[in-house]
């Protein structure tokens, strides 16, 4: 069994954490938090053993009832690989620990590409992550453009992409952020840091983005234009998306238009916490002006890089041979196949 450490038991972790636990070849050895929370409670609940960034704080965990195992140095003591999903530009500073007690360790898109001098996507590059001591998972927006331009450029080749990103303003349980009543330019200039964040894990790839925030909660959507370098029709890149395990197709006859039907709908599938870990495609949105292929795509910011952390563990702990073996384990043990 691969002993994986949770550093930062927050909106990424603590799926990270359930994901873990729910693989026949992973077990969770500890989740630290820096505060008593109501995440800390369900680590207790869950029976993680729960760590603590600074251990004078032990007091204040146990007057709110909450178990403490120790200091996240002793976790790391127990793990043969760390997640870090502490906030972004918090887990760099972890480096240097993990370097100390020698474990592997994966950040968070967070993070910039070079706290690992490795980016990753399970479905893109899923080998050249095999053995490293250091890794990066990158962000959702990232991991969501990364698994459609690779499928496209392997059957295709993509000669360019340009994107646009509508941004959720907020996770749900974040009170204090926004916007609540308008739409902000996420940056003014172009392009956004997402296109160079693609290329830290398809660097051929010519791509330009844009990027807005607005108020909502639930899942960015993507307006994506590919130009191919061969022809391809509607048919061909719809059943591309059918076979792929990450590539979700939202069907004309759902009659879902928004991310919040697809909220409803992943909560009546069963998912946990409405959690979609595929990209969610709209069939219809699929077009072609030319070779230039267009679509619409909503991205679960808090879901899609739960399942690549899980593979990326296994690619560094050589725990299976390839993505295609790593995907099919982790969508099984999550009891999902893409919709
Ligand atoms: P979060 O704030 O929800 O959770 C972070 C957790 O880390 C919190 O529980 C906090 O208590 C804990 N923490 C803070 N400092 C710590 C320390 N020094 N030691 C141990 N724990 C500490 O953040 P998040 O949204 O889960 O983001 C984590 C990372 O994942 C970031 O790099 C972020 O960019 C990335 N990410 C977030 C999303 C998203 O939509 N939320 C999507 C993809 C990637």
Redo the contacts with the bound molecule.
Sequence with gaps: MIKVAI???????KRVADAVAAQPDMEVVGV????P?A?AYIANQRGYPLYI?EINKRKAFEDAGIEVAGD?TEMIKHADIVVD????G??V??KKLYELYGVKAL?????DHEVAGFSFCSSCNYTEAKNRQFVR?V??NT?GLCRIIQAMDEKFGVERVRATMVR?GS?P??VKKGPVDAIVLNPVEIPSHHGPDVQTVLPHIDITTMAMIVPTTFMHMHAVQMDLRSDATREEVLEIIEKHPRLGLVRKGTGITSTAELKEFAQDMGRRRADLYENCIFAESIGFVGRELFLFQAIH??A??VVENVDAIRAMMNGADDATTSIAMTNRALGFTAI
């Design positions: 550093n930062g038991f927050g909106t990424i972790g630290s938090k820096t505060r929370s995440e960034a996240v999903a502490t906030p972004g918090v887990g500073k972890n950040w968070q898109g967070g993070e998972v962000s959702c991991t959720r996770d349980g974040e910011q808090e899609d890089v």
